[in-house]
């Protein structure tokens, strides 16, 4: 059993920077590929990034080159660095833990584990 803890949102102005931090409770990383998504008000949960266990990364088309995800193996942490945040951007982001093939990685579904979600909101 996998619990994750989902730190680091907040607000920020448009054009900043946030970084999220995903950490396990009472279990560890090893053999889970952990994915961020995000859910804005009204919306479907959608996909933003994913670290394959086999350390492939992937990213939704809107965040490349604009978000990073990192593992930190010594903390046991995932980290999704934001910057040039905009006010799109702006939802309840969540930390997820899976086995997912490679082609449902995208896939909300292909993750049983998940973290508390925390508000990022990019506004003025």
């Known amino acids: 059993q996998v619990q994750l803890v989902v730190s680091g949102g907040g607000l920020v102005q448009p054009g900043g920077s946030l970084r999220l931090s995903c950490s396990p409770s009472?279990?560890?990383?090893?053999?889970?590929?952990i994915a961020w998504f995000r859910q804005a008000p009204g919306k479907e949960r959608e996909f933003v990034a994913a670290?394959?266990?086999?350390?492939?990364?992937y990213y939704a088309d809107f965040v490349k080159g604009r978000f990073t995800i990192s593992r930190d193996r010594t903390k046991q942490e995932v980290y999704l660095q934001m910057n040039q945040l905009r006010p799109e951007d702006t939802a309840v982001y969540y930390c997820?833990?899976?086995?997912?093939?490679?082609?449902?990685?995208?896939?909300?579904?292909?993750?049983?584990?998940w973290g508390q979600g925390t508000q990022v909101t990019v506004s003025s």
């Open positions: 997820a833990a899976g086995r997912p093939i490679t082609s449902t990685l995208y896939n909300k579904s292909a993750y049983g584990y």
């Open positions: 009472g279990g560890a990383f090893s053999g889970y590929s």
């Open positions: 670290l394959k266990r086999s350390d492939g990364i």
